[in-house]
């Protein structure tokens, strides 16, 4: 893992704001929060443990993360992507940290503890009242707990150093990050602690069974993306079925994808105006790597990849082309025009490790998080402020 720090982050001042709207919210404007008493700085380093209670079926699961902030470093052995950065995304990231130089999304990370040594560290504290218990519109409870304990600190630090961290979201957060790193070091060099070598984390076990991994769906807009045409092309590829009347029924589809064996990649399309929906799964013979799609071997049969390189580039290649979270989401956008619309899998947890580990970079927006975590502590850039 990188080399990580307490660092005093900002809070929200319950007091001042309503707390389950502002922590589900973007940040506008955090400097002027901060003049006027909504933000207040933390007067010491802390690291901030997190708790995250979601419903998940019939059970109630709780995330257990912790905010610290990492030192910067390019993608490699110690700090890995698993999916391509968006250009504009990156442009963004960059964009809004250059302008206030405050981390206010924290990069989702994750890494290997199954012995739970990290999360036994944080036990004490779990027992003592948190400073923040707030639910969100979602449901999520989130719980927040500041950990100032310089020895605390100090044990998290040996056994954070040889973990490499795997991020999980907000990969072109991270490299925005490192971006301003860049730009204010190019200005007039950075002491080896300063604070703007580091960037705001939330750092999670790979290890807790409450890491939930969504699944990321796709629509598509564009002249030319009819059924007739998209399901002739891609009949080389995949073995199509259809599903009578589930064009508007989240239910069958997923019950469709449910049937199907785990190494199997397939995904569910619906088109525009077509009451029907369309089970596609691989034909066996299929390779990605075969035609000329140029993956790493590993991952070539993930349900993302073959979205990406075998469907869009061989079904549908026009059009304009967006993620969703939610498959209902899928379902009302066709409903309302759009031309496609395809519900997916979400991947593992095992899965993202491995792409992971094999340097293999999936489509951007292959994966999603739930619940996505909330803007709780934000992270003020100060080159003249060393951590450590």
Same mark, same amino acid.
């Given at each position: 893992?990188?080399?990580? #720090? %307490?660092? +005093?982050g !900002?809070?929200?001042?319950?007091?001042?704001?309503?707390?389950?709207?502002?922590?589900?919210?973007p @940040? /506008?404007?955090?400097?002027?929060?901060?003049t006027?008493g909504?933000?207040?700085?933390?007067?010491?380093?802390a690291v901030?443990?997190?708790?995250?209670?979601?419903?998940?079926?019939?059970?109630?699961?709780?995330?257990?993360s912790?905010f610290?902030a990492i030192?910067?470093?390019?993608?490699?052995?110690?700090i890995?992507p698993?999916?391509?950065?968006?250009?504009?995304?990156?442009?963004?990231?960059?964009a809004?940290?250059a302008?206030?130089?405050?981390?206010?999304?924290?990069?989702l #990370? %994750?890494? +290997?503890d !199954?012995?739970?040594?990290?999360?036994?560290?944080?036990?004490k504290?779990?027992?003592e009242?948190? @400073? /923040?218990?707030?639910?969100?519109?979602?449901?999520?409870?989130?719980k927040?707990?500041r950990?100032?304990?310089?020895?605390?600190?100090?044990?998290?630090?040996?056994?954070?150093a040889?973990?490499?961290?795997?991020?999980?979201?907000?990969h072109?957060?991270?490299?925005?990050?490192?971006?301003?790193?860049?730009?204010?070091?190019?200005?007039?060099?950075?002491?080896?602690?300063?604070s703007?070598?580091y960037?705001?984390?939330?750092?999670?076990?790979?290890d807790?069974?409450a890491?939930?991994? %969504?699944? +990321?769906?796709?629509?598509a807009?564009?002249?030319?993306?009819?059924?007739?045409?998209?399901?002739?092309?891609?009949a080389?590829?995949?073995i199509?079925e259809?599903?009578?009347?589930?064009?508007?029924?989240?239910?069958?589809?997923?019950?469709?994808l449910?049937?199907t064996?785990?190494?199997?990649?397939a995904?569910?399309?619906?088109?525009?105006?077509d009451?029907?929906?369309?089970?596609?799964?691989?034909?066996?013979?299929?390779?990605p790597?075969?035609?000329?799609?140029?993956?790493?071997?590993?991952?070539?049969?993930?349900?993302?990849?073959?979205?990406?390189?075998?469907?869009?580039?061989k079904a549908?290649?026009?059009?304009?082309?967006?993620?969703?979270?939610?498959a209902?989401?899928v379902?009302?956008?066709?409903?309302?025009?759009?031309?496609?619309?395809?519900v997916l899998?979400?991947?593992?947890?095992?899965?993202?490790?491995?792409?992971?580990?094999?340097?293999?970079?999936l489509?951007?927006?292959?994966?999603?998080f739930?619940?996505?975590v909330?803007?709780?502590?934000?992270y003020?850039?100060d080159s003249?402020?060393?951590?450590?």
């Open positions: 893992m990188s080399q990580i #720090a %307490g660092f +005093r !900002a809070l929200w001042n319950s007091s001042s704001v309503e707390l389950a709207k502002v922590v589900a919210a @940040i /506008v404007d955090p400097k002027t929060k901060l006027a909504e933000l207040v700085r933390d007067p010491g380093r901030y443990r997190y708790h995250q209670g979601f419903d998940a079926g019939t059970r109630v699961l709780v995330r257990k912790w610290a030192a910067l470093e390019p993608w490699g052995a110690q890995k698993h999916e391509e950065t968006d250009a504009k995304a990156r442009a963004a990231a960059i809004g940290i302008a206030t130089g405050i981390h206010t999304d924290a990069v #990370a %994750g890494y +290997r !199954a012995a739970g040594e990290i999360d036994r560290l944080f036990r504290i779990e027992s009242r948190p @400073i /923040v218990d707030v639910t969100t519109a979602d449901g999520t409870n989130h927040l707990w950990a100032n304990n310089a020895e605390l600190i100090g044990k998290l630090r040996p056994l954070c040889p973990k490499p961290l795997h991020v999980l979201d907000g072109a957060r991270y490299e925005g990050m490192l971006a301003y790193r860049d730009k204010l070091d190019a200005a007039t060099p950075l002491a080896q602690y300063s703007a070598k960037g705001l984390a939330c750092l999670v076990n790979l807790d069974p890491l939930a991994v %969504g699944a +990321r769906h796709r629509i807009r564009g002249d030319g993306l009819t059924k007739q045409a998209v399901l002739a092309a891609a080389p590829y995949f199509v259809p599903i009578a009347g589930a064009a508007k029924d989240v239910g069958k589809q997923l019950g469709a449910a049937t064996i785990a190494h199997q990649p995904f569910v399309a619906t088109f525009a105006g009451p029907d929906a369309y089970k596609l799964t691989l034909s066996p013979d299929v390779s790597a075969a035609l000329g799609a140029g993956i790493h071997r590993a991952i070539q049969k993930y349900d993302s990849v073959i979205v990406e390189h075998v469907f869009r580039a549908a290649p026009s059009g304009t082309w967006q993620t969703a979270l939610d209902a989401a379902v009302a956008a066709v409903a309302g025009g759009a031309s496609i619309g395809l899998r979400p991947l593992s947890i095992d899965q993202i490790s491995h792409a992971n580990e094999q340097g293999a970079l489509p951007f927006g292959s994966t999603s739930h619940p996505q909330a803007r709780l502590v934000s003020f850039v003249d402020e060393d951590l450590l």
